[in-house]
């Protein structure tokens, strides 16, 4: 399968062609609350977790209308799909859409050192491993459950009227209506009064509000399926592999599904070699994989940092959109749905009951100075492991070492299931520094030099 850096960064824009669909431009009816009966709409872009969970939010009040946009109702993004133990509890998640409960993390260094993790854990303590596809269907069928009208298309573009932040005046959205089992649709357009952003990386509604860019990283996974026997291998078991030969910047992951396994990477300073990092890849995971069919290939953007702005008028962005993907370990699906549920509490309690619109200044004192003020920490931990232990083997080895220590482990596993910066006793931390820098000093000496690459054209792209 041909698949160049072009085709992934187009992949979610060209999704439906503007050209492809035919038909006359229909109007809703308007969203202004200036006739009696008329209630605010509220449009929230992309059905996955951020825009789902804010949705069903949105959904609940009955003195507001929510529409909720969604191009491809079966979509499946790239995603290594794991997501903390607190996400299954506070978003009243069913089994059904756990495939695995990982209780067990092998790390292996780039000169193939393995230390296995999860000790730490209790008896009722996992890290769930789901599809992308089921997860995000089930939150998205809840919101509809609750009232959201749902539209199957792709929202194109945004007007937005000069004087937004000052008047009531509401936004018009044009998108492509998707009739399925065709590939033509109708041109339509509706105006609504509030706008959630959850379209992804690539989000239009970031690029119609000028919400500025922000670096990526892009991660391409391949589905693998593999022996029932070797599954058992990873019945509780996921992998993460460093080093420059799978990722000069990130790590290497087999992660298990329900009857298939995701093998992939990711990258932002290198992202030309993604096909090359993605085959180390796969010889690293060697015969634990071997003889495995391809199922499926899947690539996408991930952000790298916020944007610029994440609030403009009644425009807010949450998820990948906004940027809310962590450094280090990638994750961004709890945050998503956590960003897009706060986001909707925040703009629901200041509509009052629908009565009146929330100003950029309001949402900005709520939503975003509370989201920050929960996750601001671990978004700064996170980046500054990241220099510390990706930039090279050196550090890298030093890593897998140190995670040999329980009070590291105890840390990281409590830290990302229940999504608290931990790490509070003074005399380990203060061991953890000095085996730190002994780490440091081991794995500098003993590794491998990082393999030299240059790309200054393409590594100045933003989106």
Same mark, same amino acid.
């Given at each position: 399968?041909?698949?160049?850096?072009?085709?992934?960064?187009?992949?979610?824009?060209?999704?439906?062609?503007?050209?492809?669909?035919? #038909?006359?431009?229909?109007?809703?009816?308007?969203?202004?609350?200036?006739?009696?009966?008329?209630?605010?709409?509220?449009?929230?872009?992309?059905?996955?977790?951020? #825009?789902?969970?804010?949705?069903?939010?949105?959904?609940?009040?009955?003195?507001?209308?929510?529409?909720?946009?969604?191009?491809?109702?079966?979509?499946?993004?790239?995603?290594?799909?794991?997501?903390?133990?607190?996400?299954?509890?506070?978003?009243?998640?069913?089994?059904?859409?756990?495939?695995?409960?990982?209780?067990?993390?092998?790390?292996?260094?780039?000169?193939?050192?393995?230390?296995?993790?999860?000790?730490?854990?209790?008896?009722d303590e996992y890290i769930g491993m789901c599809r992308r596809e089921i997860l995000d269907k089930y939150i998205r069928d809840r919101a509809i459950e609750y009232g959201a009208?749902?539209?199957?298309?792709?929202?194109?573009?945004?007007?937005?009227?000069?004087?937004?932040?000052?008047?009531?005046?509401?936004?018009?959205?044009?998108?492509?209506?998707?009739?399925?089992?065709?590939?033509? #649709?109708?041109?339509?357009t509706m105006e609504v009064d509030v706008i959630v952003g959850a379209d992804g990386a690539n989000s239009r509604v970031a690029k119609a509000m000028d919400a500025g860019l922000y670096n990526f990283a892009i991660a391409f996974q391949e589905r693998i399926k593999i022996s029932d026997e070797k599954m058992e291998f990873y019945e509780e078991m996921a992998e993460m592999y460093v080093g420059d030969d799978v990722s000069p910047d990130f790590y290497g992951w087999v992660f298990p599904k329900y009857d298939h396994v995701g093998v992939g990477t990711g990258t932002v300073v290198n992202r030309p070699a993604i096909k090359?990092?993605?085959?180390?890849?796969?010889?690293?995971?060697?015969?634990?994989?071997?003889?495995?069919?391809?199922?499926?290939?899947?690539?996408?953007?991930?952000?790298?940092?916020?944007?610029?702005?994440?609030?403009?008028?009644?425009?807010?962005?949450?998820?990948?959109?906004?940027?809310?993907?962590?450094?280090?370990?990638?994750?961004?699906?709890?945050?998503?749905?956590?960003?897009?549920?706060?986001?909707?509490?925040?703009?629901?309690a200041l509509m009052d009951g629908g009565k009146r619109l929330p100003t950029q200044a309001e949402i900005e004192k709520t939503y975003i100075k509370k989201y920050d003020g929960l996750y601001g920490p671990t978004y700064f931990v996170l980046d500054a492991l990241q220099k510390v232990f990706y930039v090279n083997n050196g550090a890298r080895e030093a890593f897998v070492e140190l995670c040999n220590s329980k009070y590291v482990q105890q840390v990281t596993f409590d830290s990302y299931l229940y999504k608290r910066v931990q790490g509070n006793n003074p005399l380990d931390d203060l061991k953890l520094l000095g085996e730190t820098i002994g780490c440091l000093i081991r794995g500098y000496s003993n590794a491998k030099p990082d393999a030299e690459f240059s790309n200054p054209v393409e590594s100045q792209k933003r989106i």
């Amino acid at each position: 399968m041909k698949f160049t850096l072009a085709a992934v960064l187009a992949s979610s824009a060209a999704a439906f062609s503007p050209s492809s669909f035919t #038909g006359s431009n229909v109007a809703h009816k308007a969203a202004t609350s200036s006739a009696l009966s008329m209630k605010y709409k509220v449009a929230v872009v992309g059905g996955g977790p951020s #825009g789902a969970c804010a949705a069903e939010i949105f959904a609940q009040e009955k003195g507001i209308d929510t529409v909720l946009f969604e191009r491809k109702l079966d979509n499946a993004k790239p995603c290594g799909g794991a997501i903390p133990l607190c996400m299954v509890g506070e978003f009243n998640l069913p089994e059904t859409v756990v495939d695995r409960k990982v209780r067990k993390m092998n790390l292996i260094s780039p000169t193939g050192v393995e230390v296995n993790i999860g000790e730490t854990l209790q008896p009722d303590e996992y890290i769930g491993m789901c599809r992308r596809e089921i997860l995000d269907k089930y939150i998205r069928d809840r919101a509809i459950e609750y009232g959201a009208e749902i539209v199957n298309g792709l929202v194109t573009a945004v007007d937005i009227p000069a004087d937004h932040k000052t008047s009531e005046k509401p936004y018009t959205l044009r998108y492509q209506e998707f009739t399925e089992g065709s590939s033509s #649709g109708t041109a339509k357009t509706m105006e609504v009064d509030v706008i959630v952003g959850a379209d992804g990386a690539n989000s239009r509604v970031a690029k119609a509000m000028d919400a500025g860019l922000y670096n990526f990283a892009i991660a391409f996974q391949e589905r693998i399926k593999i022996s029932d026997e070797k599954m058992e291998f990873y019945e509780e078991m996921a992998e993460m592999y460093v080093g420059d030969d799978v990722s000069p910047d990130f790590y290497g992951w087999v992660f298990p599904k329900y009857d298939h396994v995701g093998v992939g990477t990711g990258t932002v300073v290198n992202r030309p070699a993604i096909k090359q990092y993605q085959k180390a890849i796969r010889d690293r995971a060697g015969a634990k994989i071997e003889g495995g069919k391809i199922i499926k290939v899947e690539a996408h953007p991930i952000p790298e940092h916020y944007r610029p702005r994440r609030v403009q008028g009644r425009i807010a962005l949450v998820g990948d959109a906004a940027g809310y993907v962590t450094k280090c370990s990638g994750e961004g699906i709890y945050f998503a749905a956590k960003s897009g549920r706060m986001a909707a509490e925040e703009i629901v309690a200041l509509m009052d009951g629908g009565k009146r619109l929330p100003t950029q200044a309001e949402i900005e004192k709520t939503y975003i100075k509370k989201y920050d003020g929960l996750y601001g920490p671990t978004y700064f931990v996170l980046d500054a492991l990241q220099k510390v232990f990706y930039v090279n083997n050196g550090a890298r080895e030093a890593f897998v070492e140190l995670c040999n220590s329980k009070y590291v482990q105890q840390v990281t596993f409590d830290s990302y299931l229940y999504k608290r910066v931990q790490g509070n006793n003074p005399l380990d931390d203060l061991k953890l520094l000095g085996e730190t820098i002994g780490c440091l000093i081991r794995g500098y000496s003993n590794a491998k030099p990082d393999a030299e690459f240059s790309n200054p054209v393409e590594s100045q792209k933003r989106i």
